[in-house]
């Protein structure tokens, strides 16, 4: 008899990692590949508490000569609050990894926008290493990994709402006030994330790094359990020879919440 129970005990146990297992995400490009502006963004899925995760790769790292950096990352959209973060890093210059570069049908579309993140390097090598850690925290939060779209916030519109961005600057070069805010025809409006610029930050000029800042939304995801989405933005600074961007998330609800005013988010 406990011969037979530690059998079942196996095939569960195979059962459940099986369970655990997802397939591969595949990348979305954030922002104009052509003008050396964009990230990369592998969603993942939402969980009904809204919770958003999602794998970001490092573009930065890459331009500046690096391998290839990705972060893990859930992020609270109620809060805006990160729930778990975890760095991956590969150098495609060491000899132990084996793949073919720039061997998948998405390559050859990056390629002709000038996007250059080697999707066959994370197919091949990044996620076989470390999907199955990502599997079991995901399951650990309840996200259900689904295929998310990223959507332009202009298709807010048809649901009578629109995001507006509102900045101040100081000599027309340095960022001293960014807030992004809801606009509702029939709810009114409020404030989803408020940055501002302290005493310290203004007394910098716009080529000292990192404090020359610019802001600019690049679109959203959407939840499937509930009207809540994810705000996807660059935080754009000046960097070695180049613009560098930094994308971050901010939570809106759709339908509640107007006519309030968040605190001013760092």
């Not at 899925?45 to 809204?50: A, L």
């Not at 720039?102 to 000038?114: G, L, V």
């Not at 302290?198 to 404090?211: G, T, V």
Request: hydrophobic share 35%; glycine share 6%.
């Amino acid at each position: 008899m406990q011969y037979y129970f530690i059998i079942f005990l196996f095939c569960l146990n195979i059962f459940c990692v099986k369970a655990q297992s997802i397939d591969c995400p595949k990348p979305i490009i954030v922002g104009k590949a052509s003008d050396s502006n964009y990230q990369i963004i592998y969603p993942l899925g939402w969980s009904e508490k809204g919770n958003f995760s999602y794998i970001h790769q490092d573009i930065n790292v890459l331009a500046g000569g690096g391998g290839f950096q990705y972060y893990f990352i859930i992020q609270n959209m109620k809060t805006d609050t990160t729930v778990f973060e975890k760095r991956f890093y590969g150098d495609p210059n060491e000899g132990k990894y084996k793949w073919e570069p720039f061997s998948t049908n998405i390559d050859s579309i990056a390629y002709k926008e000038m996007a250059y993140f080697d999707y066959a390097f994370f197919k091949t090598i990044t996620w076989p290493l470390n999907g199955g850690e990502i599997s079991d925290i995901l399951a650990l939060h309840k996200i259900k990994t689904t295929h998310t779209f990223f959507n332009n916030t202009l298709d807010l519109k048809k649901k009578n709402i629109t995001i507006d961005e509102r900045s101040s600057f100081d000599n027309h070069t340095l960022t001293t006030d960014y807030k992004i805010i809801l606009n509702s025809k029939t709810k009114g409006k409020k404030t989803i994330y408020h940055w501002h610029c302290d005493a310290k930050c203004k007394a910098l000029s716009k080529n000292d790094y990192p404090d020359y800042r610019k802001f600019v939304i690049k679109g959203y995801f959407k939840s499937p359990f509930e009207n809540r989405i994810a705000i996807i933005a660059f935080r754009e600074v000046n960097g070695y020879e180049e613009i560098e961007e930094f994308p971050f998330m901010v939570g809106a609800d759709l339908e509640n919440g107007y006519n309030k005013t968040l605190p001013n988010k760092k």
